[in-house]
C-alpha cells in the first residue's frame, strides 16, 4: 500500500475495532464479487480465494448456534436469502469504489510479483532497525515472538520452558509441554508462499483482562473471522501438521532456534525426533530417560531443591518412556537393560502390590540376569509391609546355588557367587545375626585358604569333622587351620570355654528402656559365635553355630583360580564385610561391593564436631588458608598406597579412615580381624597382604608394629614393601633414626632394590630428606635409584651433574612407557610417582610464585597432566594404579604450599582436574575444600560439590559422606540437616542402615527443640527405608527413648520379632522377670 493523499485534506480517524467486524451484507457481497473478478490466480491477498470461503464457513457455523438472539436470527436470514441470490443480483448491489483522493490509503492489487518469485522483500532496501522486547509481541504475554529465518519473519510459539524468565520455568511440570511436542511455527503453508500478509497483521490487542468477558459478547462477528484460539479447531490446527517435509522443516529451524539459548531443550527435541525415526533405538530411549534428571535439575538451585511432588513427576515420566522402550527393544540384551531401568524407576511409584506383581512376571529373567536379580533383592529387603528375614535369605540362598550349579564355572561365575556371599552374609549381620556372619566366613575362608592339597572329593565330610569339634578357627586366638588339624589327624588342643560377662543391670523404672540396655549388653557378646561349653549358651542357643547352619553356604574355588583374581576377590570382600577398605580392588565386582549401599561398610561420621562459627575478620585470611587440610576423613574413599597406609598423624589421610580409638566402630570385632589378617599372611603364605597387614597393626595396634615387621620380614626376607612400609611407620612415629636404618639396610640388598618396589623405597627416601628441607639430598637419593655411582657416593655428592640429571629423567620415562605395555599399572604408578617428585626438585623455570624452600610444582603437575594422558591412552584411566600417581600430585601440591607462597586458584584448579577423572576421591575433595578461603558468601566446595560430584554417573556414598562432614565442619545445623536430607533421598544412600543411625543421632545432639523432636520422625522414615536393620530398630530404646511413648516402643518390639530379627532377650520374659525381681525385694 502507498500513502496519498494532501495536507489539505480532513484529519484522518483512528480506526475502530468495530471496523474488523464483518460488513453489512451490501458490502459483504460486494467485496466477494470484486475478489472473484480480480483474483486470477496473479494476486495472493489473503482477502480472497480459501480465506473467504472459510471465513463465510466460520461464520455460518456460528450463526447456527446463536438462534436465542434476534439479532443473530436476522443475521442468519439475511445470509439465507444471499445463499440463493445470483450472481447478477448480488453485482447490482456493488458499492461505487472509494475515491483515491479522498482515502487515505490505496489497494495495491498486483503486489510486487518479485516477492513471490524469492519468497521475501528486498532486505537490502530496508534500513537496519531492531524490534524491542526481543521480538515479542505486544499484547501476546510474551508467548508469540517475530524471529527472522532468511528473508522471512516468522511467529513462533514460546512454551512454558523456553523463557528465561522465573515466571516461566515450568519445564516438564508444565501442564501445557510435553516432551514429544513438536515445536509450532505460524508461517505459511507449501501452497502459500505467494501471499501477503495476513489481513489481521496490524492488529495491537490493548484491552484489558476485566472487559474482555464483556467485549467477548459483542464481537460475534469478529470471532468469525478466524479460529479462536482457545477453540479445540484452533488448538488442532496448530498441532497437527499433514506433510512430513513440513514437520520437519519445522522442527529443523525450532532446534536451530533453541540450540544456543537452551541447549537442554534443544537436546530433547534431538532425542525425541531421533527416536521418531528410529523407534528401535535404545540407546536414544535410556539417553532420553537420562536426559530427565538434567530437566529435573534446571528447576533447581543449590539452596532449594526439588520438591517430593516434583521428583515423583520425574519418575512417572520416565517410567511411561522406558515402557514405551521396552515396547521397541528387539534384542536380548536391550530387553534387559531397559527392564532393569524399568524395575527400579517403578519401584519408586509404584504400589507395592503393582511392584509384586511385576517382580512375580518377571521371575523367570532373573537366572540369566544379574542386575535385574539384584534389583528384585533390593525391593524384597526394603519393602517394609512383605519384608521377612527367612523370604530374603532364602532368595540369596537360592541364587548362590544357581549360580554354583553353573556348567564349566568361569572366573565371573565365582566372583558373583562371592558377592550373593558377601550381600547374604551383611544382611544376617544388620538383621541381629552376627555370630552367624562371623562363622560364615570362618568357614569359607578356612575351605579356600587351609585347605590340604592331598585332599579328595569328600572334603566336605573331613570340614564337617573340623567345625563340630570347635578347635581354634581362623581368627581365633591359636588358631592353626584345617590342614593342620588335618596332618595331626584332629589332635589338636580345644580352646578354654569362655566366661559369661557380668550384666550390668540398668536402674531405671522404665522397663523398656532396661529392657534396651540388656538387649543391648547381649548383642555385645554375640559379635563373635560361641562354642557349646561357654557360660550362657543354655539361655541363648543361637550363639552356637552348628555346621548344618552354614553348610548350604559353602563353597570353594578350584585351584587355578584361587592362585588369580578370584583369590583377591574373596580376601576384598572379607575385608569390606568388616567395615575396611580392600586390598586389592582389581575387579568390577568389588568396585560394585565398595559402591553398593547395602554392601558399604561401617560410616564413620562424628555427629557432635559441628563448630560455631563467629564473625571472620579481612586480616585472618592467610590463616584461613594455611589452615591444615581436614585428615580425618571417616569412611573415605582412596587408592591404597604406602603414603596412606603410614601416614604420620593428623598430617595426612589414613586409609583406614579411623584411628585406633575407633576400633570399637568396625562391624565385627578388632582383635578378630588382626589375628584373621595375621593367619592369612604367615599359614595361608598370602605375601600380597603383608603391607595391608602392616598398615592395619600401624593404624589400630601400634604397640605391635615393631614384632609384626619383624615376624613378616622373617617369613618374607624379599617383601620390599614391607621394609618401606615399616620405615615410614617409624618415620611417623618420630623415630627418624630407625627409619634410615631400614632403608639403608634394604637399599643394600640387590634384590630389594630392584624393579618397582625397590624404586618406592628410594621415592621415601628422598621424600624424607625433602621433609627436612634438604632438596639436594633428595634429589640425590631419588637418582640413586637409576644411577648405582651416585648411590655409592651419595654422602659426598654437592651438585648432581647435569648428565646424571637427564639419565635418570630417561631411564624414569622408559620405564614407565614399558610397565604400561606390559600391563603392570601398579609398577607404572609408582615409577611415575617418582618423576613427579623428580620434575619438582630439579626442574626449572617455575611459572608459580616459588621461595627457596620449594621446588618447581608447575613443572611437577606437568608431568602428573603428561602421566595422566599416558594412562588413559594405555586404557586404564580408571585403574587404582592411575589414581594413586594424582594422590601422589595431591600430595606434592600440599606439601609445597606448605612450604612458601602458593595461589589457591592454581590449587583448587588442580584439585579439580584430579577430580574429573575420580569424583568420589576423598583426599582430593578434602584438600579442594581447603583451598577453598571460606571468607566469601558462596561456599566455593558445596557450589562444585552441587555442580559437578553429586550429579548422576558421578554420585556416590563416598560423596555424601563427605557433603555432610563439610557441613559440619563450615556449615551450621541447617546446612549439615539438608545435607543428610539430599543424602538420603538420593539413589546411592538411601538404604544406607548407618547413615540412617547417624541422622537420627544428628537431629537428636542439637540443642534446637525441633530439631530433637524430629529424630522420632527420622526413625519411623529409617525404619520404613530399612526394615531389615535391627541397629535402626534399637534407637527406638536407646537414643529416642524419651520421645517415644510405652505402646509406640511396643509396637517397635512387635516389628522387630514379626520381621524375623535377631532377639537375645523375649520382652515379655523380662517384664515377667522384672515384676518377680520387685516383689521378692520387697519381701
Known amino acids: 500500500m502507498a500513502v496519498s493523499g494532501s495536507i489539505d485534506e480532513a484529519k484522518p480517524t483512528v480506526p475502530k475495532f468495530s471496523s474488523f467486524k464483518n460488513k453489512d451484507k451490501d458490502i459483504v457481497a460486494s467485496a466477494k464479487s470484486r475478489g472473484s473478478k480480480t483474483d486470477d490466480g496473479k494476486r495472493g491477498s489473503p482477502k480472497g480465494g480459501h480465506r473467504s470461503g472459510t471465513r463465510d464457513h466460520r461464520s455460518r457455523h456460528h450463526r447456527r448456534h446463536s438462534r436465542d438472539s434476534s439479532r443473530s436470527r436476522q443475521r442468519h436470514e439475511g445470509s439465507s436469502r444471499r445463499r440463493h441470490r445470483s450472481p447478477e443480483l448480488i453485482a447490482e448491489h456493488r458499492i461505487p469504489e472509494r475515491s483515491t483522493t479522498s482515502s487515505l490509503f490505496v489497494i495495491d492489487a498486483r503486489g510486487d ?61 508444565s501442564k501445557s509441554l510435553r516432551i514429544t511436542r513438536d515445536s ?92 521418531k525415526l528410529h523407534p528401535g533405538d535404545i540407546d536414544a530411549w535410556l539417553e532420553l530417560v537420562d536426559h530427565q534428571d538434567d530437566l529435573q535439575r534446571l528447576g533447581e538451585t543449590i539452596d532449594e531443591r526439588a520438591s517430593a511432588n516434583a521428583t515423583r513427576s520425574f519418575s512417572e515420566i520416565k517410567v511411561s518412556m522406558l515402557e514405551s522402550a521396552l515396547e521397541n527393544t528387539r534384542a536380548l540384551e536391550d530387553r534387559q537393560a531397559v527392564t532393569v531401568r524399568l524395575m527400579r524407576e517403578g519401584m519408586k511409584i509404584w504400589p507395592t502390590k503393582t511392584a509384586t506383581k511385576r517382580w512375580t512376571e518377571l521371575a523367570g529373567d532373573e537366572e540369566s540376569h544379574f542386575e535385574l536379580w539384584r534389583a528384585h533383592v533390593d525391593f524384597a529387603m526394603t519393602n517394609v509391609a512383605a519384608m521377612k528375614y527367612d523370604d530374603v535369605q532364602r532368595m540369596l540362598l537360592d541364587r548362590l546355588r544357581k549360580v554354583l550349579a553353573r556348567p564349566s564355572l568361569s572366573e565371573s561365575d565365582y566372583s558373583e557367587a562371592i558377592y550373593v556371599f558377601l550381600r547374604a ?138 592362585g588369580g583374581r578370584v583369590k583377591e576377590e574373596l580376601m576384598d570382600a572379607f575385608l569390606i564385610f568388616c567395615g575396611l577398605p580392600p586390598r586389592y580392588r582389581s575387579s568390577e565386582w568389588t568396585r560394585l561391593a565398595c559402591t553398593d549401599q547395602f554392601t558399604f561398610g561401617s560410616v564413620s561420621i562424628k555427629e557432635n564436631q559441628l563448630v560455631k562459627k563467629s564473625a571472620v575478620d579481612d586480616n585472618e585470611e592467610l590463616k584461613i588458608q594455611r589452615r591444615a587440610p581436614n585428615f580425618d576423613t571417616g569412611s573415605g574413599s582412596l587408592a591404597m598406597s604406602p603414603t596412606v597406609l603410614f601416614p604420620r598423624n593428623n598430617n595426612w589421610f589414613n586409609y583406614f579412615g579411623r584411628g585406633s580409638s575407633d576400633a570399637d566402630s568396625l562391624a565385627v570385632h ?291 559422606l563427605f557433603s555432610i562432614q563439610h557441613e559440619l565442619i563450615r556449615g551450621n545445623v541447617n546446612t549439615t540437616r539438608t545435607a543428610y536430607e539430599l543424602a538420603l533421598s538420593s539413589d546411592v544412600c538411601k538404604f544406607n542402615v548407618d547413615l540412617w543411625v547417624s541422622y537420627i543421632r544428628f537431629c537428636h545432639q542439637q540443642s534446637s527443640k525441633e530439631l530433637r523432636s524430629k529424630a522420632k520422625e527420622v526413625l519411623y522414615r529409617a525404619l520404613r527405608h530399612c526394615p531389615w536393620s535391627k541397629k535402626i530398630m534399637m534407637e527406638a530404646f536407646g537414643t529416642v527413648i524419651r520421645d517415644m511413648q510405652s505402646d509406640e516402643l511396643r509396637s517397635v518390639y512387635e516389628t522387630m520379632a514379626s520381621k524375623g530379627l535377631r532377639v537375645h532377650v523375649d520382652l515379655e520374659e523380662y517384664v515377667e522377670r522384672r515384676k518377680q525381681d520387685r516383689l521378692k525385694s520387697y519381701k
Open 425 to 562: 552374609m551383611r544382611f544376617a549381620h544388620d538383621s541381629g545375626y552376627k555370630e552367624l556372619a562371623v562363622a560364615s566366613w570362618q568357614a569359607l575362608l578356612e575351605l579356600n585358604f587351609f585347605r590340604s592339597p592331598d585332599q579328595d572329593e569328600r572334603y566336605m565330610d573331613s570340614f564337617r569333622d573340623f567345625w563340630e569339634s570347635e578347635v581354634p578357627r581362623i581368627g581365633d586366638d591359636g588358631a592353626k587351620g584345617w590342614a593342620r588339624y588335618v596332618e595331626t589327624s584332629g589332635q589338636v588342643d580345644a580352646p578354654e570355654s569362655q566366661a559369661a560377662h557380668p550384666t550390668n543391670h540398668l536402674s531405671t523404672g522404665d522397663v523398656f528402656k532396661a529392657w534396651g540396655h540388656s538387649e543391648q549388653v547381649h548383642g555385645e557378646w554375640a559379635r563373635m559365635p560361641a562354642r557349646t561349653m561357654d557360660d550362657g549358651t543354655e539361655d541363648d542357643p543361637f550363639r552356637v553355630v552348628m555346621f548344618s547352619d552354614i553348610e548350604p553356604w559353602l563353597f570353594t574355588v578350584s585351584d587355578p583360580c584361587v
Open 113 to 173: 510479483p518479485l516477492i513471490s518469485k524469492y519468497g521475501g522483500i528486498d532486505r537490502a532496501q530496508i534500513p537496519s532497525y531492531h524490534r524491542h522486547g526481543g521480538g515479542r509481541v505486544l499484547g501476546t504475554a510474551g508467548r508469540l515472538f517475530i524471529h527472522r529465518d532468511g528473508a522471512r519473519d516468522e511467529f513462533s510459539l514460546r512454551f512454558p520452558g523456553d523463557s528465561v524468565g522465573h515466571s516461566h520455568r515450568d519445564g516438564l511440570r
Open 670 to 960: 578388632m582383635p578378630w580381624v588382626f589375628n584373621t589378617l595375621k593367619q592369612l599372611v604367615h599359614l595361608a603364605g598370602v605375601q600380597s597382604l603383608s603391607q595391608y597387614y602392616l598398615g592395619f597393626t600401624y593404624t589400630f595396634h601400634s604397640s605391635a608394629l615393631k614384632t609384626t615387621a619383624k615376624a613378616i620380614l622373617k617369613k618374607y626376607p624379599d617383601a620390599a614393601e614391607v621394609y618401606n612400609g615399616y620405615a615410614l611407620a617409624e618415620s611417623c612415629n618420630g623415630k627418624l633414626d630407625i627409619a634410615e636404618k631400614v632403608i639403608s639396610s634394604a637399599v643394600a640388598s640387590p634384590s630389594l632394590c630392584e624393579g618397582a618396589l625397590g624404586c618406592q623405597i628410594f621415592f621415601s627416601w628422598s621424600w624424607l630428606e625433602l621433609e627436612k628441607g634438604n632438596k639436594l639430598m633428595a634429589a640425590v637419593r631419588l637418582c640413586s635409584a637409576v644411577d648405582e655411582s651416585i648411590r655409592c657416593s651419595a654422602a659426598h655428592v654437592k651438585s648432581l651433574p647435569p648428565t646424571a640429571v637427564l639419565k635418570t629423567r630417561q631411564a624414569l620415562q622408559s620405564r614407565i612407557h614399558q610397565a604400561l605395555y606390559e600391563g603392570r599399572v601398579e609398577d607404572a604408578s609408582s615409577y611415575a610417582e617418582c618423576m613427579i617428585l623428580w620434575s619438582y626438585l630439579t626442574e626449572e623455570g617455575c611459572l608459580e610464585p616459588t621461595s627457596t624452600d620449594q621446588g618447581n610444582i608447575s613443572a611437577s603437575m606437568r608431568v602428573v597432566e603428561d602421566m595422566s594422558i599416558e594412562f588413559k591412552s594405555a586404557g586404564y584411566g580408571d585403574t587404582p594404579g592411575h589414581e594413586r600417581m594424582l594422590q601422589t600430585g595431591a600430595r606434592m601440591l600440599h606439601l609445597n604450599a606448605s612450604r612458601g607462597p602458593f595461589r589457591r586458584a592454581y590449587l583448587r584448579d588442580r584439585f579439580s582436574e584430579f577430580l574429573e577423572h575420580f569424583p568420589g576421591n576423598t583426599m582430593f575433595l578434602s584438600l579442594l575444600e581447603w583451598a577453598d578461603s571460606s571468607i566469601r558468601v558462596i561456599d566455593e566446595t558445596r557450589q562444585l560439590m552441587y555442580d559437578r560430584i553429586l550429579i548422576k554417573g558421578r554420585d556416590c556414598i563416598t560423596s555424601r
Open 184 to 275: 509450532i511455527h505460524i508461517r505459511p503453508g507449501k501452497g502459500a508462499a505467494h501471499e501477503d500478509k495476513p489481513q489481521d497483521d496490524g492488529f495491537l490487542q490493548i484491552r484489558s483482562l476485566k472487559n474482555r468477558k464483556r467485549e467477548r459478547g459483542q464481537s460475534d462477528s469478529s470471532d468469525d473471522e478466524r479460529p479462536s484460539y482457545r477453540s479445540i479447531e484452533g488448538k488442532a490446527k496448530t498441532r497437527t501438521f499433514d506433510d512430513e517435509s513440513d514437520e520437519d522443516s519445522s522442527e529443523d529451524e525450532e532446534a536451530i532456534h533453541i540450540e544456543g539459548d537452551n541447549p537442554l531443550q534443544w537436546k530433547s527435541i534431538q532425542l525425541s525426533k531421533r527416536l
